[in-house]
């Protein structure tokens, strides 16, 4: 995600630091640079044209030019206004006092709000929350059944609407919430309507569920790869209907970044979520703070310990750790770790998370392979222990033997060897968090 601006962005800081101070002649092309970047990858045009103001304005103060580290500060500018732009800071959903808490999902048809209703049950189980999915679409009866199958995936609750109360939609959704409250069910979550084009019908219908459901958050689901397509779509339903927050979908397959980075200013309105996969767990809290430094290169270490602590056995790291520590690491603690890592998610977002300055200024040029794990992981389960333990004893026959074992091919054999020797090189110099990230499983 963000690849386009976050390339253009990184070679315009690259820019300032070898300018080594700042004057008005190299700021306004480093700004010229900048708006390039972001008209480029379909920002707002006033939303560009406010950021370079606030940049220019605030890096050619004096205090700024005379300070020890000007490059330094205005690098900071340009993050901190970022952040500004995405959001400022993080924001929570909002859950009512007296349950259910009922969140109203709108957008347009195709934005993805059936499959985030169940990103959203599925968020809310890690909370020991009791989640509610509920689909009022009177045009789309396909719409109920698509949710009906995801409620029995996640194993949550579902609400099914039959056909004779839909004669009465007001009181339908009437009851739905005494059934929420009478069975304990919160959040309830509710799928409503989507159009390929906004219409007056449309928006009628959802203020109508509006007006009866008394929604705690209106969230609008916008499809990120849409760019300002999805940006005027959430402006009128911010109009039309009103809106408390926005989840951008399909984030991982937009690589200019043009409507997380023109949504917040355009509609006022805070983005919580976005969706980042097809997969259910593939929802994150937005973080404007994270995101702004991940685009300039400086990486989202805090996600990154984030997910480890929540999918990393770490009783398993530790003796891992004292391992490290002792030189003893061998090719059965590798694979170990491996498990690890596939617990972890696609390498390709874990590599993201890391900054690309230092030690991982080459991540970003790494072709990550997500299969090499669960080849690498069949080689090593075909050796014995003593070859885990000792890889120098792994000549000519036995390497044809633990090809024959593992189903892959020899010369994958001599890379994981290869590649692992590096590692045990590299863990000499390093410590063992900079590790992971220095060891590519790349083609």
């Not at 973080?287 to 270490?301: E, K, N, Q």
Request: positive net charge.
């Amino acid at each position: 995600m963000f690849n386009q601006i976050s390339n253009r962005l990184q070679t315009v800081m690259k820019f300032l630091r070898s300018e080594g101070k700042i004057t008005e002649k190299n700021m306004s092309e480093a700004l010229r640079m900048m708006r390039l970047a972001f008209l480029e990858a379909d920002v707002n045009y006033k939303v560009v044209k406010d950021f370079e103001a606030r940049i220019k304005e605030k890096a050619l103060d004096e205090k700024v030019l005379s300070s020890f580290t000007p490059t330094q500060q205005v690098i900071k500018i340009v993050r901190d206004e970022l952040t500004d732009i995405l959001g400022k800071e993080e924001k929570e959903l909002k859950f009512s006092k007296s349950p259910p808490t009922i969140f109203m999902l709108v957008g347009l048809q195709g934005s993805g709000k059936t499959t985030t209703c169940g990103k959203m049950a599925k968020w809310m189980l890690s909370f020991q929350k009791n989640p509610l999915l509920f689909s009022f679409d009177l045009k789309r009866p396909a719409a109920q059944e698509q949710l009906k199958m995801i409620s029995q995936m996640l194993k949550v609750g579902f609400y099914e609407l039959s056909k004779d109360k839909i004669s009465s939609p007001q009181k339908a959704l009437r009851d739905i919430v005494k059934f929420s409250k009478n069975r304990n069910f919160d959040p309830l979550i509710v799928d409503t309507a989507g159009r390929l084009h906004i219409n007056d019908e449309l928006m009628e219908e959802l203020r109508m569920v509006r007006d009866s459901l008394n929604p705690t958050e209106i969230i609008y689901v916008g499809d990120a790869m849409t760019g300002q397509d999805a940006v005027k779509s959430a402006r009128i339903f911010e109009e039309k209907i009103g809106l408390s927050s926005i989840i951008l979908t399909k984030l991982d397959g937009d690589s200019r970044g043009g409507a997380a980075l023109s949504i917040v200013s355009v509609t006022g309105k805070p983005i919580k979520f976005i969706g980042t996969g097809e997969k259910f767990e593939k929802l994150e809290v937005f973080h404007p703070d994270r995101m702004s430094s991940r685009i300039l290169g400086m990486g989202d270490v805090l996600s990154l310990i984030e997910k480890a602590k929540k999918e990393a056995d770490i009783e398993e790291a530790e003796k891992l750790a004292c391992k490290l520590k002792k030189q003893e690491f061998n090719l059965e603690d590798f694979r170990k770790q491996l498990i690890q890592l596939k617990k972890m998610g696609s390498l390709s977002h874990f590599f993201s998370l890391l900054p690309k300055t230092g030690i991982y200024r080459n991540v970003s040029k790494i072709k990550i392979d997500d299969k090499r794990i669960i080849h690498f992981e069949a080689i090593i389960n075909s050796m014995t222990k003593k070859e885990k333990e000792n890889p120098k004893i792994i000549n000519g026959s036995r390497r044809l033997r633990i090809a024959k074992g593992s189903g892959r091919p020899v010369y994958e054999i001599n890379q994981l060897l290869k590649q692992f020797l590096e590692m045990k090189k590299i863990i000499k110099k390093q410590s063992f968090k900079n590790m992971v990230s220095s060891f590519p499983l790349s083609h």
